[in-house]
Each structure stands twice: as C-alpha cells, then as structure tokens.
C-alpha cells in the first residue's frame, strides 16, 4: 500500500527512500528541497498546511514506489515553475537536463489559458471548464510517450490532491472525484500500478456516493474480524501443504477494496455479503514452473469452480499484468479466490511500469514488458491530428482505453483485446482497416451472429469479407449498435470522407433533418445549416452538410446547438411580442386545458395513456360520463375511435403550470449518473415528482415521472440527458 502518512520534513522523505542513495543522488533531493522550500515560502493549500507539505507528499508517494532520485527531486519541484518566480532555465542550470524535463513536463500539464478570463454565463463557463480539463487529459497522453515518469508525478500529485480533498468545495470535491475515477484511476491500471489505482478508486468514490461508501466501509468494519479469522487459517493450511511439497512461498490474504466491492456488488446483481464472503489469497513463489505446481496443489486440496480458471502467465492482460487465478470450493461452501506469480510478476503488477525504474540494473530482460506498456500510448499518436477535438479524444479515451476488457480469439488462436460491448465490426478494424471496410459478416463461436452482436469473453471471431466495397452509414449510428470503440469510428468516417461531395451532402442533409424533426425546432435544414456552418469552423453551408455525411459531424454534437437556436428565436419573439392584454376570465388550474365550445362546462382531465403537455398536438373526447379526456393526436386511442363525432377542437392555454409525463433513461451504469441527469433537469426547472432506477448486468434503467410546462421543453431536457456520457437513450414512454 502506498504510504498513508505523508511526509512533513526532508528527513522523513529520505526515510522513505529504500534503496541506497549514493551522496550525488542525496546531494541532489537535498538542493531540491531547499528550492522547494524557498520557493513556496509563506504559500499555503485550501487546508491551511503549508504549500511545502504538498511538495513533499508527492515526492513520499513517488519514494513508496520505489522510483529513481531524478524523480523524487523532480517531485519536490513539480509546481515552482508554475506557481512561484523560478524559471525552467534556473531548475535545469541546478539540477541537469533530466530534471528540468521531467519539470516542465508536469508544468505542461497543468490547465491551458489558466489567465484567460472566464465568461460570464454559467454554461459557458462550465463549458470552457470543460474543454481545459479534456485539453489537459490529452495532453497527459502525448507527454507520456516522451517520458512516462512525466506521468507518475502527475498520478502522485492527484492522489495526494485526492487525501486533501474535503478542504474544497463540495461542487469542486464531486468534479474532480469524477475525473479521478474515469481518467486518473483507469490511467493508473493501464500502467499496471496498483498501489495507485485502488486508492484513487476508493478516494474519488468516497466523494462522488458518501453514502454508499459509508455503508460498505461500515460494514466490512463489522466483519472484518471474523473474516481475518478464517482467511489466516486457510493460509496456514496452504503454507503447511507447500512445505511438505518443498516449495518456498509467500502465502497472504488479499484486501477487498471498497469500490471494487461496489463494481462486484454492480455488475453481478448480488448483495454485499455474497461479494465479501468470497475469501482471497495471494501465493507468491520463485519461478514459473512453481506457479503450476502450486496451482496444482490447490486444485488437490479443494474443487476447483469451472471456469473460474485464467492462466495471464501465457496470456498476459493488455497492460502486461500476469499471474494465474484459479477459485475454489471450501468445505464450508464458500468460494476461494487464488492468486499464483512469482516476485517479478508481484512487483511489475504492484508498481507497473514504475518497475522498469526499479529494475533499472536489469533493464534489458524487463524491455519488452515496459514497451507493451506504453505501445497504445504510442498508437494514439497515429490518429492525433485525426481527432482535433480535445473532448471527443477524452471521450474516446474512455471507451477505448479505460472501459473494462474483453479478450477474444482470432480463429488462429491470436489473443485481440477490446473494451466490453465491442462488435464484430470492432473486431474486424482492430485486425485490420480494409478488413473492417470489407466486413460483412461474422461467425462467433462457429455460428453466424449479426454484426452488432455483443462480443464476449473467450469468443472465438471470424469475419466474413466481401472481395470489395466499404462500410455501411448505419455503423455510425450509435442507437443500432453496430460499433462501440472510436477508433473503428473514426476509420469508418475517413472512408466516407473520401468519397464523393455531393454523396455525402445528400445524406448530411438527411442525418440533420432527422435531427430537426426529433427535437421538434421549427426550422429548415438550409436555415440550419446556414447559421451553424460558421460555428463549425466551415467557409459554407455545404462544407457542413458533407461532414455530417461523412460522420465528422455527429447529431450529439447538433442537437444542442438546435436546441440553442430554438431558444434563441423564442427569446426574440418574446421582446417583438406586444403586451399581452389582462384576461378576462381567470384560468382555473383544476381545468387544463381550453375548450372552444365546451359544451354545459363538462370536466375536463389528461389521458393517462398518452399524458399531452402544452406544444403537444391534442384533441379532446366527450367521454359518457367523465367529461372531456384530452389526448395526443398520435395517441393510438384515438387514431382507433369509432365515435369521430364525440371530438372536439382544444388547445393549452399559455402559464407555468405543470403537466405530468413519464420518460424512461437507459444507460450504463456509473457513479455520478443520477446526480448529472437531476443537474440537467434542474437547469431546464423540470420537477421530478417520482424517480426509480433498475440496475442490472451493468446496466441502469430509470423511469421518472417530470413536471413540464411544454413539449419543447421535454424535448430540450431529453436531448441534453442524451448527451450525458454512458446514456444511451432518453425517450418519453407515452
């Protein structure tokens, strides 16, 4: 575990430090902390402490994982350039070249245009906030490739920020949380440093869901005694077996983290006490043939589970991580979980790729893990000037790099790794682009499969090519599926972008017709294209409708500029519009709506199978004896009424009512959803009067009823909740 107690002193850090120091290295730590320390003099953090103990908490976290001394002195110097009146020139005269690279890497990192001043409205504020926080993520990535240690700093210097979160604001406490969890923590796992991952997991989730992290923490705490209990009798029986083999190990019970709990509890549907009551052991030994015949053994001693078996010493994950797991029956009924690896696997999967440091002496025979590491760091500069959006690259990020992992088999028996949800299609681009053009069927598992099939674990893939030809414009459309990860995307769209301009034209104008007609804005797709081609850095109109045919353009990135426009125009005709005049009857909220020639004042009531709200087209029916129901025009009931005499002409009259309305939101799920779906609906001032959520296989489904005052203005809350990252849908139920 990385250290908990942060150093406050020089002579505490260099305690920290466990490996010899030379007195050229200690020298060097020395001369940075005093920089440090004159430099941040008098300043102090949201928490009061002095700046100085920042400084040296991540230098500490960065000792913890055993990494070399340029790189604690670099730590120790991490903010003086940004924050104080040295100069990169000054670090690099002191302390050599690789220090100062190392420094104004981090420095690099920090926040673009931190001096430019922010707007005045609050979404275009948050927006700008935004468009920083994704322009710094991207730049982390291509930093990396120069130097991963640039990146290490950066993950001690979140974490430490994480331990001191509770001095910010409670707004500020959620949005950097929610960062950690989707960047910053997944960042840690592809570089295979475990030690940082779980911390940020359960530090960033402590703060997005107090109240689930307050109950797991609790109850572990309630049962951490008798769980302790049983796990050392289980290691004294495995330690005796393996003595009696002649076998040397290291045989440890392994900690349940509370977020990794959560994700379990999640994504299998089960209660806290069947996640924790599963017991873990780590079993460490000197060399891989031991690992086998320590697995053996275990397999001798209780039955094994079937397919709870994965050898990742033959196979090893995608960031290099390998070991062998195995589960077991007790004779209790509870399951036992098993690690087997030996050191060097232990330490490259506790510090990841800081271990290519920590072995530095033996850097040759460990070059080949530390390069699979950063490889798909490495291919991401493939399609960097593909991607000009900082957000649209984060966003891909989190699909194709942090999302969790499947691995499937090429009918050769080659190991592809994708991020779960991927498809076939997926699959047929990552083998190859020409491939993934030419696709035209699949064969998983032996048998045919549609090519928005879902892959799975352990599936064996074959495509199925056509001697010539290209993708199909449905694969861009996410609500059929057909593709999960950017980059199969992005390969999709630079096909269609070479093909002919008047092509693409014909269908941009039809993708954003389709998109005028779903959000209900009255406007034309000229109109549209018009007063939105200058927004998307295009010279004409023209040059817009052919990206949005070829996919450059996507309907998320123009319904919220449609939605704007429609308010906009509304605004105006608000200020053109004269006075109203006083009425000169009083509207009663009992009657919803107005009725021309209502006949003996009949009640009046909506119909709960199509719940109208005002802009919605309605009509009214003279029921026998509930007066008039009024319904939607679509509304099948009355597209299917036999008494057409028994309609009658309505309309809603202008106010700020309420009307109710049912809506349904599917996504993935996530911590952090409901709060931005209620952020969303509170922005557009809708009222939830009743809210659920049904959460399975990964999965969260949300039925809600909302207080609206129009059909506009469901649809805008409906297009924004779209937007929202992991929802897949957002529709009214009827």
Known sequence: MVGVQNPTTLEFLLEQIRDPLSPSDRALIERAYALAERAHNCQTR?????????????????????????????????????????????????????????????????????????????????????EQSAENIRKIFFAMVEDPRVVLIKLADRLHNMRTLGALPPEKQKRIARETLEIYAPLANRLGIWQLKWELEDLAFRYLEPEKYREIARAIDE??????????????????????????????????????????????????????????????????????????????????????????????????????????????????????????????????????????EQVSKRDLAFEKKVAWLRSLLEWRNEVTSAKEFVESLKTDVFEDRIYVFTPKGDVIDLPRGSTPIDFAYHIHTELGHRCRGARVNGRWVPLNYVLQMGDQVEIIPAKQGGPSRDWLDPAKGYVKTSRARQKIRQWFKQQGRAENIVHGREILAQEIRRLGVPFSVDEAARRLYAEFGYKEPEDLLAAIGWGDVSPEQLAPRLIRMEEERRREEQRAAPEPQAPSERYDASRPVLVENNPQG??????????????????????????ITIHRRSCPNILNVRTPERLIEVQFPAGEKGYPVEVEITAIDRVGLLHEISGVLKDEQINIARISVDTRNGFAVFQATLEVRSAAQLHRALARIEQIPNVREAHRRR
């Open 223 to 360: 049962r951490r005694a008798e769980r302790e209990r049983h796990i050392q009798q289980i290691v004294e029986r495995i330690q005796a077996r393996l003595a009696e083999e002649g076998i040397q190990a290291e045989v440890t019970g392994r900690a349940k983290h509370i977020y990794s709990i959560y994700r379990k509890m999640l994504r299998k549907g089960v209660s806290f006490d069947q996640v924790y009551d599963v017991r873990a052991v780590r079993i460490i030994v000197n060399t891989i043939p031991e690992c086998y015949q320590v697995l053996g053994i275990i397999h001798s001693m209780w039955r094994p589970i079937p397919k709870e078996f994965d050898d990742y010493i033959a196979n090893p994950k995608d960031n290099s991580y390998r070991s062998l797991h195995t589960a077991v029956m007790l004779e209790d009924g509870k399951t036992l979980e098993v690690q087997i690896r030996t050191w060097e696997m232990h330490w490259e999967a506790e510090y990841g790729i800081a271990a290519h440091w920590l072995y530095k």
């Open 46 to 130: 949201a928490s009061g402490e002095p700046y100085l103990y920042h400084c040296l908490a991540v230098a500490g976290i960065l000792a913890e994982l055993r990494m070399d001394p340029p790189v604690i002195a670099a730590a120790l110097l991490h903010d003086v350039v940004e924050d104080t009146g040295v100069t990169l020139e000054e670090i690099r005269r002191e302390f050599g070249e690789e220090v100062a690279r190392l420094v104004d890497g981090v420095t690099k990192l920090k926040y673009i245009d931190r001096l430019r001043a922010q707007p005045e409205d609050g979404e275009a504020r948050r927006t700008t906030r935004d």
């Open 602 to 627: 009949l009640l009046m009531q909506l119909a709960r199978c199509c719940n109208p709200v005002p802009g919605d087209e309605v009509i009214g029916y003279i029921t026998r004896n509930r007066g």
